[in-house]
């Protein structure tokens, strides 16, 4: 009894730290959009932490349970995040990634499309990636969640496409404009 209240400590403080990270990651990302002279910093500190967390819910979860999914996963997203945001600072790269400045029309439609666009595709797949970990008594707890996820992952997947669009016809409607200037 005492055992099992130890790991029930461990895994709602593991998740109460995990939603204020992934909280405070929101804003970051904001932050990056917008640009500004702590956005980079603030990212790589927030992606450092919750990596961190990520990595004891791993190691947590192989030690009590003997599996690791989905905080494996977790985990893993976390620090290859990090290590990217970390190749953005070398020298050939670091003059080409600005993260100080706001992004501008298209540029900055594109990230937000590709973003919306990727993360509809992970929601609308969440069943499949995480359906085996979540079983319990023979029922997938992910089917609960199956409509909200195949809802918001749609909005989010045709909302991308959108964007790119928008971004595809705003950067035409750009070079036409450069390319022929009125007179």
Known sequence: MWVFLDYLLLYRTLMIVTIIVVILCVWSTMGLMRGGKNAYRNSV????????????????SLQIRGKAIPANFKFYTNAITLLIFLLLRLPGIRDRVDFSEPGKGPDKATTGGLTALVTGMVVLTTAIWVGSS?????????DVLQLPLNVSGAILMFG?????LWAALGGLTQRRRERDPPE
Do not use: D, E, K
Not at 46 to 59: D, K, M, P, R
Not at 134 to 142: C, D, P, R, S, T
Not at 160 to 164: E, K, M, N, Q, T
């Open 134 to 142: 979540h079983i319990y008594i023979g029922n997938n707890w992910v």
């Open 45 to 60: 500190i927030l992606l450092l932490v919750g990596s961190i967390v990520a990595f004891i819910q791993f190691y947590a």
């Open 160 to 164: 991308g496409l959108a964007r790119l």
